[in-house]
Nanobody
Framework: QGQLVESGGGSVQPGGSLRLSCAAS????????MGWFRQAPGKEREQIAS????????YYADSVKGRFTISPDNAKNIVYLQMNSLIPEDTAIYYC????????????????????WGQGTQVTVSS
């Protein structure tokens, strides 16, 4: 059965950086939407970044634009999320997800299309 495994979470001070990794195993990866979502306590899960693998194109939520970078390693079926200039509001559980959409980046915004999910990794930003 396919799975996504996140790693790289942890605790960091404001202004710091972390890099999350999402390894896809037996999950459709090529020419798919791969996304990062996060859920803070008491809040809904929000999509913060997506990439269309092997086809190009990225999406970022306004809350992370300019600070986070999503990048795929298509040879290894891994998607990274580089997070810089972290702020306390970035504290959340971060989830990787794979979509069933194969059309392109413009179709990577529908959360219902993301059918494969990782277990999540905690990111805490605090001084």
């Amino acid at each position: 059965q396919g799975q996504l495994v996140e790693s790289g979470g942890g605790s960091v001070q404001p202004g710091g950086s972390l890099r999350l990794s999402c390894a896809a195993s037996l999950v459709p990866y090529s020419r798919r939407c791969m996304g990062w979502f996060r859920q803070a306590p008491g809040k809904e899960r929000e999509q913060i970044a997506s990439v269309f693998t092997n086809g190009g194109g990225t999406y970022y939520a306004d809350s992370v634009k300019g600070r986070f970078t999503i990048s795929p390693d298509n040879a290894k079926n891994i998607v990274y999320l580089q997070m810089n200039s972290l702020i306390p509001e970035d504290t959340a559980i971060y989830y990787c997800a794979a979509s069933i959409v194969t059309y392109g980046i413009n179709y990577c915004r529908n959360r219902d299309d993301y059918r494969y999910w990782g277990q999540g990794t905690q990111v805490t930003v605090s001084s």
